[in-house]
């Protein structure tokens, strides 16, 4: 068995790797690829001129209303004047965000640069890009499981009985409590009625972490679904309709798409001998939000997305750098300026203990 090392910060005597060659210039880095976030399929970027401002909330109620009585005022008789009944207004709201900006900075020793065999500037920077990333994440999931942002219609405890008809949470649900399908169908159903089907549920997303998935993927429902699956066999084979299973999971639950957000973050300071690492979206929270048509909206636009993020376009990940000659080092930094509101609350449902 080979020795156990040592942990070390990179310096200018330990960045050069012996037998480069023969080890294939292997570098293990626990980085991820930054275009893969999770987060930027539910959560829909609005890029910002200024870093403070407004946006609105329009109200649905209007183009919804069709009173019994009032057919008739929108008759229009021949050799009449056409009805103008005065009340199709709508109301507003008017809502602001304020960008915080945010930088993370590391410093790189000059020699240090010089005898690593591996690009370490690159390296650093995509580590600081990784962090933003993740402060990035954590704040949407903040904003998404705060209970009180959304109308409590929206909040379902499945520790209790928070519908009618359900019975138990995910993890108990059998093939004839359908505990998972009742939730979802009645997620669609609330989401519908309260945008006045300006959202359908074709358009609608699930979130949930590794955690949960790991564990509605053995639950007796899940399993009976995927047997009673004409092409089952493919489920152990991995193909098929089956070929883009997550933990477990058919690629869809029940016709709606997932995503696993499987963002992790450290909460110990760096130096302790225990590190603690955690999923950003906790075991048990599930999400049903309505999935951006785009990842990029438009300052000043209609969207339904149930969260954005403002983000002021001068610092949307800028990477700046600082020579310092004296001292022979380069600092870098990673600079994102941004604020995470509630687009559309009722655009979304929050579905807390489903395991």
């Not at 302790?272 to 999923?279: N, V």
């Amino acid at each position: 068995m080979a020795p156990a090392l040592n942990k070390v910060l990179p310096n200018a005597y330990n960045v050069y790797v012996p037998n480069a060659k023969d080890s294939g210039n292997l570098f293990v880095d626990f980085s991820r690829n930054m275009t893969d976030w999770a987060v930027n399929r539910y959560c829909q970027i609005v890029p910002v001129q200024q870093t403070v401002g407004i946006w609105y909330q329009m109200g649905l109620d209007q183009r919804a209303r069709l009173i019994d009585n009032d057919r008739a005022k929108y008759r229009w008789a021949p050799g009449q004047d056409r009805p103008d009944p005065h009340d199709q207004g709508d109301y507003f709201s008017e809502l602001g965000f304020r960008c915080q900006r945010n930088t993370y900075v590391d410093r790189l020793d000059k020699m240090m640069n010089e005898q690593a065999v591996w690009d370490e500037r690159k390296r650093r920077t995509d580590a600081l890009a990784q962090l933003a990333m993740t402060a990035r994440t954590n704040a949407v999931l903040a904003k998404l499981t705060d209970s009180t942002q959304y109308p409590s219609s929206h909040v379902l405890d499945l520790s209790t009985s928070a519908f009618t008809g359900q019975t138990g949470n995910w993890a108990a649900s059998t093939s004839a409590r359908e505990t998972i399908k009742r939730t979802l169908n009645y997620a669609k159903k609330i989401i519908t009625l309260d945008t006045r089907a300006a959202v359908k549920s074709k358009n609608l997303l699930i979130v949930m972490g590794p955690e949960t998935a790991e564990q509605i993927s053995v639950t007796q429902e899940i399993v009976e679904l995927v047997k009673q699956n004409a092409n089952g066999i493919d489920y152990l084979r991995n193909k098929g309709e089956f070929s883009k299973m997550n933990y477990g999971l058919p690629d869809r639950l029940y016709d709606t798409e997932y995503v696993i957000e499987d963002t992790v973050y450290v909460s110990t300071q760096r130096g302790l001998i225990t590190q603690t690492a955690a999923f950003s979206l906790p075991i048990g929270t599930v999400l049903v939000l309505h999935r951006p048509n785009d990842l990029e909206g438009v300052e000043g636009g209609r969207s339904f997305s149930t969260v954005s993020m403002h983000i002021y376009r001068q610092d949307d990940m800028m990477v700046e750098s600082d020579s310092d000659s004296w001292n022979r080092v380069e600092k870098i930094a990673v600079t994102d300026t941004w604020d995470v509101n509630m687009t559309a609350p009722v655009s979304g449902v929050l579905l807390q203990n489903v395991c």
